[in-house]
């Protein structure tokens, strides 16, 4: 993010004059240059973007930093912590990835293990030319898939409501290919709640035990959860919508496992990333080696689309966007997620163990595209090449 010195300066000593603004933020990191970059840019962001309430935390060779500022819900009074949870919502695609490469490290599927194979639904999956979906297909967001399922208009309050396997269903037989599958990427939710879907049938386990056994146990996720459980609510931002009203907390229905229902916290993502950067542990080895990989490289790809919005996608992992050394910046992963008025950011240096996570309480593009740059050059100040 740029701003001028001038507001930085202004920013700088508002910083230093409100005794309010982070003296209840929680820090975690014995590392002093850690809280000092992480804090720093969080007030920078949450005083340019001017949002009800931000989040954002780091961590850096195993030590990590939490920052809150504004409030969790107007007129609340509490800012968010490191224990706020939140809708992830696309961030869960990264997930969903994980237990794939999970089930791939365990030869439980293969990455190019056809689609129509391992659904295990009552529906002839459709191909392009010649084509079929691949699993890796919808990993990537090359199957074809639009973004969403056509489906029944849902009432407003309950904006989820007709998203069921059922219209998957009715989706996959409309013929919805938009381009042959693996010649093009486009994002597509409609793909990652398949792949869920489908790592279920191939495990003969239900999704959230897949989840719970790959991802969330490995890395001591204790508050990721597809639905929320008793005493949750309390610790849930308020998410807002474009024009500045406040948006209900809508629980999603079960078939969207794998591309957005996942709530989360600060901290948990922080212990996710750490998991993901910790090169020394024997446990996971394989998994991460797959998780972390490259698997479709832009060069040669038409359509792409829906990719770049947070930093010009270079290559596609499993869910990841895989954005290339440039500069003084290091091979990134990261992903974004939007749902009910939270837009978030998580984004990872494999080879330089600096992750970071950002969050708003407001769905405002300026603000994300904001975010989104400033969690990319933190890892590029914390980790350079």
Known sequence: MKISMSRRMLALAAVSISSGLLAAAPVHAEDKLLNE????NGAILFMDTRVPGLVIGAVRNGETAVFGFGETAPGSGKEPDGQTMMRIGSITKAFTGQVFAGL????????????????GWPVKVPEKGGQPIRLIDLATHTSGLPREVDRAASPTDDPFRSLTQEAYVKGLQSDPLLFTPGRGAL??????????????????????VLLKEIVLDPAGLKDTVLAL????????????????KPMPNVRATPVMAGASSLYSTPNDILRWLAWHLDKSSAQGTELRLLDHAAYVPRDGLNPVSGLDDAGHMDAMGLGWIVLAPKGSRPLILQKAGG??????????????????????NQFNVGAFTAMANLANGLIEQLAPR
Do not use: C, E
């Not at 994002?187 to 959230?208: C, G, I, Q, R, V």
């Not at 459980?229 to 474009?242: E, K, L, S, W, Y």
């Open 339 to 360: 749902l009910q008025g939270i837009f978030s950011y998580t984004a990872f240096a494999p080879t330089r163990g600096v992750g970071v996570f950002v969050a708003i």
């Open 187 to 208: 994002y597509s939710n409609f793909a990652f709640d398949l792949l869920a879907a489908a790592l279920a049938h191939a495990a003969n386990k239900p999704y959230d």
């Open 37 to 40: 970059v992480v804090s720093f």
């Open 229 to 244: 459980r008793d005493g949750d609510a309390a610790r849930v931002m308020q998410g807002h919508n474009f024009d500045g």
């Open 104 to 119: 791939v490290s365990q030869g439980k599927v293969g990455f190019t293990d056809r689609l129509q194979d391992r659904l």
